[in-house]
Antibody, heavy 118, light 110 residues
Framework: QLQLRESGPGLVKPSETLPLTCTVS??????????WGWIRQPPGKGLEWIGS???????YYNPSLKSRLTISVDTSKNQFSLKLSSVIATDTAVYYC??????????WGLGTLVTVSS | QSVLTQPPSASGTPGQRVTISCSGT????????VSWYQHLPGTAPKLLIN???QRPSGVPDRFSGSRSGTSASLAISGLRSEDEADYYC???????????FGGGTKLTVL
């Protein structure tokens, strides 16, 4: 059974870069056909897909975030990461990492709250 | 404004059957699988239905999904108090080359 766990700063200043890492256990990123992705939920709002990556390197990004977003994978650490640059207050959200085929998120992390504030 | 359209709320009494709709377009629901998620406050969302109507292991058969054209629906039969949660539909969108979610439906068990 795959388990995912998010880690990163809980507070980021406006205009800075938000870095998050998802550590995967119970399976290998490099031996899976799954996609590895990020989904967020701003306070009081619904779920928003951020983007995903396959270990082969192919990536898909939400068009509204694409210019600020980088998702990468480190197979040696069995981790994948998100970097969102030039953050603003509306980037405040619970960020989840998730995995599954391209069409669904079968496994989820518990989520981590990131607040953008000076 | 979500790409997929869901009613903001739904309700039912214990034992009832409720359905939640999800409306999209030919570039998402009309040509790709739909998945459904249950989200309880403070927890991780849980996959209820994938590939339009497939239940992952451990999901009760009270939950069922269907798709017709550019719309999909989630049905919950034998409603229980623990079903009170937010429900989201999602699908891949070929035009956006990404996943899109519905705005979510808050289910209240009266």
């Amino acid at each position: 059974q795959l388990q995912l766990r998010e880690s990163g700063p809980g507070l980021v200043k406006p205009s800075e870069t938000l870095p998050l890492t998802c550590t995967v256990s119970g399976g290998s990123i490099a031996r899976s056909s799954n996609y590895w992705g990020w989904i967020r939920q701003p306070p009081g709002k619904g779920l928003e897909w951020i983007g995903s990556i396959h270990y082969s390197g192919s990536t898909y990004y939400n068009p509204s975030l694409k210019s600020r977003l980088t998702i990468s994978v480190d197979t040696s650490k069995n981790q994948f990461s998100l970097k969102l640059s030039s953050v603003i207050a509306t980037d405040t959200a619970v960020y989840y990492c998730a995995s599954g085929p391209r069409t669904s998120a079968d496994y989820w992390g518990l989520g981590t709250l990131v607040t953008v504030s000076s | 404004q979500s790409v997929l359209t869901q009613p903001p709320s739904a309700s039912g009494t214990p034992g009832q059957r409720v359905t939640i709709s999800c409306s999209g377009t030919s570039s998402n629901i009309g040509s790709n699988y739909v998945s459904w998620y249950q989200h309880l406050p403070g927890t991780a969302p849980k996959l209820l239905i994938n590939r339009n109507n497939q239940r992952p292991s451990g999901v009760p058969d009270r939950f069922s999904g269907s798709r017709s054209g550019t719309s999909a629906s989630l049905a919950i039969s034998g409603l229980r108090s623990e079903d009170e949660a937010d429900y989201y539909c999602a699908a891949w969108d070929d035009s956006l080359s990404g996943q899109v979610f519905g705005g979510g439906t808050k289910l209240t068990v009266l």
